[in-house]
């Protein structure tokens, strides 16, 4: 289960600078089961590619984002359990240290092929407030900085704001508040895999 102090260590990061970036937030066991279950799925052809926008408004746009994902709608293996009671156990820290009134959790593998990359973007969408917290855990065992693939995560909304890179490097966990905090995912020369969810509060 989740370790006190890591959670304690998340909640306060996010309440002071609106990102927390935790080094081995999984078991290197379950990061890689998660991962042989996403290349599983995604070879068994059950990932779309991802679109951009919501409900009637979403589209396939290559040029903004390159991922595929699959939604865990049911977790389905002791694995996707685990993964979720942590992320339940993180969601109860966050509430109790900052009064967030996180209700729900939504989250879908992500892989993006050789070529890949996200465009600078926020989480939170139009029309929809709900999303309040991201959280991104990454799935490749090892990372290698030339294999580019980094979350960059943007200080302002300024086009030239300063920037922080991370590398998707298996068992980091990256949170951040969805509503203000700018991103991309860099081209990536290798397939990156990673667990992307939401932490949801009520409209
Ligand atoms: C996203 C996203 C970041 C990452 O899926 O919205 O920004 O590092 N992902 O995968
Ligand atoms: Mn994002």
Redesign the pocket.
Same mark, same amino acid.
Request: glycine share 0%.
């Given at each position: 289960m989740i370790d006190p102090s890591a959670a304690a260590d998340i909640a306060d990061a996010l309440a002071r600078t609106g990102v927390a970036i935790r080094a081995g937030f999984l078991a290197p066991d379950l990061v890689l089961e998660l991962a042989s279950e996403s290349r599983t799925a995604f070879s068994a052809g059950r990932f779309h590619a991802?679109r951009v926008g919501m409900g009637e408004t979403r589209v396939l746009r290559p040029d903004v984002?390159g991922?595929h994902?699959l939604w865990l709608d049911t977790p389905d293996s002791d694995v996707r359990r685990a993964y979720l009671a942590q992320m339940e156990a993180l969601r109860l820290a966050l509430n109790e240290r900052l009064f967030l009134g996180l209700l729900d959790y939504e989250c879908h593998f992500?892989l +993006?092929p050789p070529g890949g990359f996200?465009q600078r973007?926020v989480?939170r969408f139009r029309g929809d407030p709900r999303r309040a917290v991201?959280a991104?855990l +990454?799935l490749n065992e090892t990372w290698e900085s030339v294999w580019g693939g980094n979350?960059r995560l943007f200080e302002s909304e300024r086009a030239d704001s300063p920037y922080r890179d991370?590398a998707?490097q298996g068992g980091t966990l990256?949170c951040f508040l969805s509503n203000s905090v700018a991103?991309?995912?860099l081209p990536t020369t290798h397939e990156?895999l990673?667990l992307?969810g939401w932490f949801r509060r009520r409209i």
């Open positions: 991802a984002r991922d994902i992500a +993006y996200y973007h989480d991201s991104v +990454y979350l991370v998707p990256v991103h991309e995912v990156r990673s992307t």
